[in-house]
């Protein structure tokens, strides 16, 4: 059964039940549940719907009204860490699709918030997710390298100011989705712009989206064109595939929508073709960025995304011969 049909089924069962002050989760394809609303997590809502408890993920709500009061879907929200009391959030992005606006207004609303990843070896792109100096490029950008640096343009009296932070950390990598996440530690690093990770899954093919990065070195490019197709195979994985023109350097880089979200993170091209750009959806980034302890880099291990723990002692002992 599909998604839009199980939901549709039980917005029928739903709303035969009797609730003293039910609430309305309005789900895509126009289908909703009724219900009372006993959770508002960062990716779920949890509703009793009088028979069982629905755990609705927040990529398929629009909207939701409590006690006939509309309260749009709020922007996803993940936090760095569980317990008691506030925690900062970690990153942002928004399930709702934001109106569009021309390419021109958002370079210069998000221009500061992609940045150049720089290593002995070469260069690629990347984007603050933060203001904390958290970063997303790609992990084949920093493979093998420990020495990075990245450039970052900031907005001075209307004018660009090209700043170099040395002090980066690897934080995590992920080698099977060519995805790494940095941290700029220099103690006189300012807070930074950052941008809102979209929705790749509300694109249409055809749509028009935008890279900016840095290709051949030539940083601060801007270059626009369609998504072709949003579930191009390569090697065992799925690509969004543009027409947008990617080059060496613009790797680790934002793929924005017109409402100036992140839906992919620009990756590879086909060399003997022209138009041919690739990008890894954004739904990935946000699964790395949710697991990324999973994937914490360590520098005895560098190229394993992966932290084993010791063994037992017993189990020790007899690998030792004792």
Do not use: W
């Amino acid at each position: 059964m599909s998604l839009k049909k199980h939901f549709t089924f039980l917005a029928l069962v739903c709303c035969a039940a009797s609730f003293a002050s039910a609430d309305t989760i309005q789900l895509k394809d126009k289908a909703a549940v009724t219900g009372k609303i006993l959770a508002e997590k960062s990716d779920a809502l949890v509703v009793d719907v009088g028979y069982t408890v629905l755990v609705i993920p927040r990529g398929s709500v629009l909207g939701f009204s409590k006690n006939d009061t509309v309260a749009p879907q709020t922007p996803v929200v993940a936090n760095p860490a569980a317990g008691a009391g506030a925690a900062p959030q970690f990153y942002t992005a928004d399930a709702l699709a934001s109106p569009a606006r021309d390419v021109s207004s958002l370079v210069k609303q998000i221009g500061e918030a992609v940045v150049q990843v720089r290593t002995p070896e070469g260069l690629g792109s990347g984007f603050f997710i933060n203001a904390d100096g958290y970063l997303i490029t790609n992990f084949h950008v920093i493979e093998g390298e420990t020495e990075l640096s990245v450039e970052v343009y900031h907005q001075n009296n209307g004018q660009l100011q090209r700043d170099t932070y040395k002090q980066v950390r690897i934080v995590a990598i992920n080698k099977f989705h060519d995805l790494s996440l940095l941290h700029i530690e220099d103690k006189d690093a300012p807070k930074f712009k950052f941008i809102t990770l979209g929705n790749s899954e509300a694109l249409n093919v055809g749509d028009s989206v935008f890279a900016i990065g840095s290709p051949l070195g030539l940083e601060r490019t801007v270059t626009q064109g369609i998504l072709s197709t949003k579930t191009r195979e390569l090697e065992g994985e799925l690509y969004l595939q543009t027409s947008t023109q990617i080059n060496p350097g613009n790797s680790g880089g934002p793929l924005f929508n017109l409402a100036g979200e992140v839906v992919g993170v620009t990756n590879m091209k086909i060399t003997f073709g022209e138009g041919l750009g690739f990008a890894i959806p954004v739904e990935l980034v946000k699964s790395f960025l949710d697991h990324r302890d999973a994937f914490a880099y360590a520098a005895d291990n560098p190229n394993n995304p992966y932290r084993y723990l010791e063994p037992p002692s017993r189990t020790k002992q007899k690998a030792d011969g004792k």
